[in-house]
């Protein structure tokens, strides 16, 4: 019978929980997969719910309610072109396709043309949350026409996370939007857990060792930092789990699970494209390259290996004059967290602009203080600032943070300095300090290098004194 009301292709563990969540909300839902161990598991935890899975397409497409609303949540990449390719076929104009998964933003763009062709809809809708957060409640960022929007919103707002009573679930543009906003988020998502390591790395080796036995501090120890400064203005995800991560026991030896893990970091790619979308548009986001940065260093162990063995090391703890203490570490990690976002929306507005997309940044601050990896008690500010100046250029500009940035900046500066003499990297500290000092610098030094271009390639350049393009003809007289 063609009842369901939502379908779902891929139920992995993210389609699974969105799938259960959706039924849990009284959609009548329906899921497709390849893999009957998924379809059982998708059977059994939906017991009592009005969800069934469903071993082809056409079964698939044969049960839901026209027009049909199916989503994806498969790998980014040419699985979700083979996955449209499947359903095509089934289906009939006015349906709609929506891809959840973490899709390029450019592919978005192609299959949106590609099945307006066929009159079928298509929206690319970013979902942030992991698991937990599809099952519960996550944020999801919608993009593609309104109209079509409207057809699915009943649904993806009511399986969405509420604040306040809020839904945690928006239009956010046309096109890619959806997909071009949750990159940004994985881009600020990337940045703040490079921050959070880096502060980590500081408090674990801050601690002179006379007073912790020549030990460095226990991960019980920064576990409560972390805990502490989650009660405070800090307040946020990613600081609530890397407290609980910090307390992991590893049952196999007895010792602390984040000591046992490796310490490469993976990457899935929506970094690396946040930083090249960002070239692209000629917006400075520092903090997020360094982030990218930091993961592909991380992953060259065997090289850092010898060279550690290669290179000295430099300094000594406890640096006495940097002042450096936990109340420093938790300010500077505040403010940088606050640089994070004004990167991240600076791009935003940028690529509103370029490319038409329209982007509300309150309603962006609204879906995300609830159900996405980068939600955070800030985001509350951050909204505000953007409902008094909905077209702020720069967060550092707005009076919500200014004040509390230009205090922040020299605990930033305590930070790095006292990192950079003791060789301990900060990388993504580092850019935000600079990020901060660059765009308050009201003399860059940038007249020598367009003296330098003039040089040796007659680039030209502008006076401070006059109006006009000058160049020199023989510099060296
Ligand atoms: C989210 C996460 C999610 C995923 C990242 C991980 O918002 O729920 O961002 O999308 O965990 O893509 O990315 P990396 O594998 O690149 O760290």
Redesign the pocket.
């Known amino acids: 019978m063609a009842n369901a009301e939502f379908g779902m292709v891929g139920l992995g563990t993210m389609g699974r929980n969105f799938l259960l969540n959706v039924a849990e909300n009284g959609f009548a839902a329906v899921g497709y997969d390849l893999d009957a161990d998924k379809r059982d598991l998708l059977e059994q935890e939906g017991a009592g719910l009005p969800v069934k899975a469903v071993a082809d397409v056409a079964t698939l497409v044969a049960s839901l309610e026209t027009p049909r609303r199916i989503m994806m949540l498969v790998p980014a990449g040419p699985i979700v072109e083979s996955v449209i390719n499947e359903l095509l076929p089934h289906l009939e104009p006015g349906d709609i396709i929506i891809d959840g998964g973490?899709s390029h933003f450019p592919d978005t763009t192609r299959r949106e043309t590609f099945l307006k062709e066929h009159g079928i809809a298509f929206l690319g809708v970013?979902?942030?949350?992991?698991e937990e957060?599809a099952r519960r409640g996550?944020?999801i960022m919608i993009g593609g026409d309104p109209a079509v929007y409207h057809r699915v919103s009943p649904i993806l707002e009511a399986v969405s996370a509420k604040i306040n009573g809020e839904p945690c679930a928006a239009h956010v543009g046309r096109g890619s939007a959806g997909h071009f906003v949750?990159m940004v988020?994985?881009g600020i998502?990337?940045a703040m857990m490079q921050l959070i390591a880096e502060a980590y790395d500081l408090l674990r080796r801050s601690e002179p060792p006379a007073s912790a036995g020549g030990q460095f501090a226990s991960n019980d120890a920064i576990a409560e930092i972390f805990a502490e400064w989650n009660r405070g203005r800090l307040n946020s995800f990613l600081i609530e789990i890397t407290s609980i991560a910090l307390r992991k026991t590893d049952l196999e030896t007895g010792n602390s699970l984040v000591d046992m893990i490796l310490d490469t970091?993976?990457?899935?790619?929506?970094?690396k494209w946040t930083s090249q979308a960002a070239m692209d548009l000629g917006v400075p986001i520092p903090a997020i390259d360094s982030a990218v940065t930091m993961?592909q260093i991380s992953a060259q162990k065997a090289f850092r290996e010898k060279q550690s063995s290669q290179f000295p090391p430099i300094g000594n703890w406890p640096i006495d004059n940097c002042q450096l203490d936990e109340k420093v570490i938790e300010s500077a990690l505040h403010n940088a967290f606050i640089a994070a976002y004004a990167q991240g929306f600076a791009m935003l507005q940028a690529a509103s602009d370029e490319m038409n997309f329209e982007l509300d940044m309150v309603e962006i601050a609204k879906i995300w203080r609830g159900g996405?990896?980068?939600r955070a008690a800030t985001l509350e500010d951050i909204r505000a600032a953007f409902s008094d100046e909905p077209k702020l250029s720069n967060l550092i500009a707005s009076p919500h943070f200014r004040d509390e940035l230009a205090a922040g900046r020299e605990d930033l500066g305590r930070v790095v300095v006292a990192a950079a003499s003791v060789g301990v990297p900060a990388m993504a500290f580092a850019a935000t300090i600079n990020y901060l000092n660059a765009f308050t610098s009201e003399r860059l030094p940038a007249n020598l290098i367009q003296a330098q271009r003039d040089y040796f390639g007659a680039h030209t350049y502008q006076r401070t004194d006059r109006e006009g393009t000058f160049h020199t003809d023989d510099w060296e007289e």
Do not use: F, L
């Not at 970091?265 to 970094?271: I, L, P, R």
């Open positions: 973490n970013g979902v942030s949350g992991g957060g996550p944020s949750k988020h994985n998502e990337y970091a993976g990457q899935k790619g929506t970094g993961r996405c990896i980068i």
